[in-house]
């Protein structure tokens, strides 16, 4: 699974909860002698229907950034090889120092 799948899966998996949630509040047997329930169920299951689209909208558009940046840092890697090496090392020069001040 790519992590554009684990994204959308992640946020399907929460919006169905809440549904479910909800809907076993509602569907309670207590509330059926409440006559304004079914419009109240009908606009809930609407408004939960947005909302699944909206995250699975909202989870595309987060991979396609993520994506994109990738992208755009694969490139600089393979167009800058020796930036990347000298950052790398300062790095590890920096750690090292302080780790060995221990």
Do not use: C, F
């Not at 684990?6 to 509330?31: Q, T």
């Not at 840092?73 to 090392?89: F, K």
């Amino acid at each position: 699974m790519t992590a554009t799948t684990n994204l959308e899966a992640a946020a399907n998996a929460v919006a169905e909860d809440i549904a479910s949630d909800v809907r076993g509040v509602l569907a309670s047997k207590d509330l059926d002698s409440v006559p304004h329930i079914k419009a109240l169920r009908q606009r809930i299951d609407s408004k939960l229907a947005i909302a699944r689209e909206l995250a699975a909208e909202k989870s595309r558009v987060a991979a396609k950034k993520a994506r994109e940046a990738a992208s755009s840092a694969n490139a600089y890697a393979h167009d800058e090889p020796w930036q990347i090496a000298g950052a790398a090392l300062a790095v590890g020069v920096l750690v090292g120092l302080l780790l060995g001040r221990r």
